[in-house]
């Protein structure tokens, strides 16, 4: 590990003041211009290792001159790019305001401040993607702020580092779990839009003064944003105005195309509300209401249902019918219902008073964890495809290394899907931490075997 001493010149011209903070990837040091000594630098040097292979170091060395080109007040400049066999470094702007996560730690912040706060940042993220830069790890220690309360970003691209020294770990994830997209979580990928969940995230916390999650474990953690959906802003926070709410949570919307497509929108939303005027609301046409809104009663001439898609609208005027009426509209919907309840016991019985729903039970004998291994013969080849389970306070969830196959969850029947196909899990043994049964592909009725053999955390 490097260190630098106060006084110390490096590389023939910063010269350092002191160390200012230090992470999992380097340390920052505070220095000054030896030519300009009034023109201050934060030095960021990574630890010797960090970059292991040539095309990583490459990588990382585009990422930093491409972020040459990102000239916005939001962004912190980089200055100098430092290129070692041994190490590598670069100077950025200094800020010398502190980090949002220093600024959240006081607790819920005022709403307007929050919304100057997200309308920055989400500027500076514009400024990022329209460059091609993917930030992938945003959190508030990546948020600095000035004396004068002005946001920058930082740190972007060092994210991509990182993952290229996991790239021979499977399923290894970069970033931050309380702030990974969902469709990242799920499938390994994500673009810009990704940040833009991270950006609601934060936000919903400088807002609350809560995480939007109540897992307590990074696994959990993961695995809750796919299947759960968190506590409405306004019910936790019921100061935050509604127009506010609504901008943050369509950003950490867990559907990708609902979320806000560029954070240029999500700039553009702040400032109609700061000018007093209504959000853009996005109606999609597949939108579901909840149970409890099919007896909120209001008015037929509701200037809410005028510009919807014609489905939108319709639904939206029964749900303004005098209660009565909807429940004899809606004796179909009763009956429809109480058939898929008794369906439902059906199959928990089945699964209590027999051995369906004895490999769950079993795997949740497992720590939590994700636990990986592989699945032999099940597409009556020689194939092997790799293979996940995840076991977590919500559930057993696994995944099966082919293309469109995700994170599912396994059902009271032992079954998962993956894209139209859907197979069944049997467990033969279970010892510790390892596992081994058979999976079946119910469609062609092929059998193959499966294992896990280590736990990734």
């Not at 990422?63 to 190490?87: C, L, P, T």
């Not at 600095?144 to 580092?161: H, Q």
């Not at 400088?206 to 993961?222: E, H, Q, W």
């Not at 909120?296 to 029964?318: C, F, H, T, V």
Request: with cysteine; net charge neutral.
């Amino acid at each position: 590990m490097i260190e630098l001493e106060p006084g110390q010149l490096f590389g023939g011209r910063y010269k350092v003041i002191r160390q200012i903070g230090a992470g999992g990837m380097g340390a920052v040091y505070l220095a000054q211009d030896s030519r300009h000594e009034d023109f201050l630098v934060a030095l960021k040097v990574l630890y010797p290792g960090i970059i292991k292979t040539r095309e990583a170091r490459e990588r990382f060395r585009n990422e930093i001159v491409a972020s040459y080109r990102v000239n916005h007040r939001n962004v912190v400049r980089a200055y100098e790019y430092f290129d070692q066999e041994d190490f590598q470094a670069y100077a950025m702007e200094y800020v010398d305001g502190g980090d949002l996560f220093q600024k959240m730690r006081a607790g819920p912040l005022p709403s307007m401040e929050v919304a100057d706060i997200l309308k920055q940042a989400a500027s500076g993220l514009a400024a990022i993607h329209e460059v091609g830069i993917v930030h992938r790890d945003l959190k508030p220690e990546n948020i600095l702020l000035t004396s004068k309360g002005e946001v920058k970003i930082t740190d972007f691209g060092v994210a991509r580092l990182q993952g290229s020294n996991t790239l021979t770990q499977a399923g290894a994830m970069v970033g931050t779990p309380k702030y990974l997209a969902p469709e990242y979580v799920e499938t390994g990928e994500c673009d810009h839009r990704g940040d833009i969940y991270a950006l609601g995230v934060i936000a919903y916390e400088l807002v609350s003064g809560i995480s939007p999650f109540r897992a307590d474990s990074k696994v959990s953690l993961m695995v809750e944003r796919l299947r759960f959906n968190v506590e409405p802003l306004r019910r936790v926070a019921p100061h935050c105005p509604p127009p506010l709410a609504h901008v943050i949570q369509r950003a950490m919307n867990v559907s990708v195309v609902r979320r806000y497509p560029k954070a240029s929108d999500i700039v553009r939303d702040i400032e109609l509300i700061e000018e007093g005027k209504e959000p853009e609301v996005v109606v999609q046409p597949n939108t579901f209401f909840s149970i409890s809104q099919l007896f909120k009663g209001s008015r037929e001439d509701s200037p809410a249902i005028y510009g919807l898609p014609g489905s939108a609208a319709l639904m939206l005027k029964d749900l303004q019918r005098p209660w009565w009426k909807r429940f004899l509209y809606s004796k179909y919907t009763v009956a429809s219902l109480l058939i898929l309840v008794c369906f439902s016991l059906g199959i928990l019985a089945k699964a209590l008073l027999t051995d369906s729903g004895y490999s769950v039970g079993r795997l949740s004998r497992l720590p939590d964890g994700i636990y990986r291994g592989v699945v032999s013969g099940v597409m009556a080849d020689a194939s092997e495809y790799s293979f996940r389970i995840w076991r977590t306070k919500e559930g057993v969830f696994v995944m099966l290394g082919k293309s469109h196959c995700g994170v599912q969850p396994l059902s009271l029947e032992n079954r998962f899907r993956c894209g139209d196909l859907e197979f069944e899990l049997t467990v033969d043994s279970l010892e510790g931490e390892k596992a081994v049964g058979t999976m079946r592909e119910l469609s062609w009725g092929t059998l193959g075997t499966w294992n896990i053999l280590a736990r990734e955390g």
